[in-house]
């Protein structure tokens, strides 16, 4: 068997035994894929930088960018396994075993774990040993001479394509309507309350101008779930404790019998670059969280509140941004309808003012009050900030492409600094004076707000920078700083060329 052949064989092995591996997850424990637990552990194992950079190259589209990675290395693995194998029985297979033994780990490690857990890990190794023991070895099995050449391709080819097809059947029955998607729909929520409604002139209808709502399908989602969890409802409960005179549970159907009430809120991303589009803005469903803390009764010396995750994902909120009179909400809706699984059905916090890595915890079933002093939060073990303010941030959506017409130009955006709110936005073009823009109604301080401006452009290129002045007075940054520790600043400036 040539190098090339036991490299096939490897990778033929890896893609069967990844393929038997999301099978069995999604027969029996769909949380507990190996593919998606060894990238859960990934993400929570490598460094701040190197999240950074994939979601400074990715954007929304990191978490296909890390499958991909992982795929591309176990392919790789597979590979050495195979030529390993043909080199040095049994360590090709030993490798392969380990491979799977990976997956068992982080999938015992994982927050709550399924008792069918380690089963598709251990099928997965086995498949995979199995196929390169079969694959690989010299001579047939009963040692009278070598497997032909044609069997071999049979055999390793069909390995490969029935994994791949086991991956993709696996990937599509995970993404369909099971049972909390088919909840989810049959939902019908409750009357609320409009805390804020928005006016009629909040949007300036300039086309290519980002929409004061952001449609559900296009709000960013940044989190760090691989496979986005799956509540039912009906088992659902929020648990308050720590710091306060007596626990709280809150069951769904207590939450649905709540007075409920309806605001607009503007979310952001606080690895959201200058520019970015890791903002949105949405018509958000829910209960006062400050209510559900009093009822708890937080005691004097509690600071913050650590928000747990189904999964584990954590989030340390300082305590005073959940009992101010801001509209932070146990949120139950988006823009009219249940929240959207991949939003954090069946309840997320929504919190004004906060990037969303210390408040806008999704799939929440804890609420524990403490202090910054006795714990610390996922994203802050990191490295980042403790406590996350947005910082004022303006942006250019008009025009978009790097060519306009020369003559009368329509530059417009949008900006935010939720909970203070805006007061001005001016542009510059070519670095000459700064003029004020003509500002769409704002529907809150906690909301973002359109903007836009007729500029005359003559024929060449030109520069157009924009920067906001907030609600306190604050006039935006020229100084860059990055999205690490707490998120970026500076101008954001386009440059066109009008002919």
Not at 159 to 179: C, H, I, K, M
Request: charged share 20%; aromatic share 6%.
């Amino acid at each position: 068997m040539s190098t090339g052949a036991a490299a096939w064989a490897g990778i033929s092995a890896a893609i069967a035994a990844t393929g038997a591996g999301e099978v069995a997850a999604l027969v029996l424990a769909p949380a507990s894929s190996p593919v998606a637990t060894i990238g859960s552990a990934i993400i929570d194992l490598a460094p701040a930088w190197a999240k950074d950079l994939v979601i400074a190259l990715f954007g929304t589209a990191d978490k296909l960018a890390l499958l991909a990675l992982i795929g591309l290395a176990l392919a790789a693995l597979g590979a050495a396994a195979g030529i390993l194998q043909r080199a040095r029985p049994p360590w090709g297979a030993v490798l392969v075993g380990s491979i799977g033994a990976l997956g068992l780990l982080a999938s015992l490690t994982r927050d709550q774990p399924d008792p069918l857990a380690a089963v598709p890990s251990i099928l997965a190794a086995a498949t995979g040993i199995l196929c390169i023991h079969v694959f690989v070895r010299p001579r047939a099995r009963g040692g009278s001479g070598p497997v032909s050449r044609r069997g071999f391709l049979v055999a390793s080819g069909s390995a490969a394509v029935l994994g791949a097809a086991a991956v993709v059947a696996s990937t599509l029955g995970r993404t369909a309507d099971r049972s909390v998607r088919a909840i989810r729909r049959a939902l019908r929520l409750p009357a609320a309350t409009a805390v804020a409604a928005v006016p009629a002139g909040a949007e300036l209808a300039v086309p290519g101008l980002e929409p004061v709502i952001t449609p559900n399908p296009e709000f960013y989602r940044i989190d760090t779930a691989l496979i986005v969890p799956q509540l039912d409802p009906s088992e659902w409960e929020l648990r308050i404790h720590g710091l306060v005179d007596r626990e709280v549970v809150l069951t769904w159907d207590e939450l649905l019998a709540l007075p409920l009430e309806e605001s607009v809120t503007t979310l952001s991303c606080v690895s959201n670059e200058v520019g970015g589009d890791l903002v949105g803005t949405a018509v958000w469903l829910g209960y006062p969280i400050r209510h559900l803390l009093a009822r708890a009764g937080v005691r004097p010396e509690a600071d913050m509140v650590l928000s747990r995750a189904q999964g584990g994902f954590t989030a340390g909120t300082p305590l005073e941004a959940l009992v101010d009179e801001r509209n932070a909400i146990l949120a139950i809706g988006m823009n009219g309808e249940p929240l959207p699984l991949e939003h954090g059905f069946p309840a997320r916090l929504v919190v004004p003012g906060l990037y969303g890595y210390v408040s806008a915890t999704k799939w929440v079933v804890e609420l524990e009050v403490t202090r910054f002093d006795r714990a610390t939060a996922y994203w802050t073990d990191r490295g980042w900030s403790a406590r996350g303010p947005i910082k004022l941030q303006s942006r250019i959506d008009v025009p978009r492409g790097r060519e306009v017409p020369a003559g009368e130009t329509v530059v417009a955006g949008v900006a935010w600094q939720p909970h203070v709110g805006i007061d001005g936005v001016e542009v510059r073009v070519d670095g000459g004076p700064w003029r004020p823009t003509d500002l769409a109604s704002a529907i809150s301080d906690d909301t973002w707000v359109q903007w836009m401006l007729r500029v005359d452009l003559g024929p060449g290129e030109h520069e157009l920078t924009c920067r906001a002045r907030s609600a306190a007075g604050e006039v935006q940054t020229e100084a860059r700083s990055p999205v690490a520790p707490d998120g970026a600043t500076g101008w954001h400036t386009v440059r066109v060329t009008a002919a």
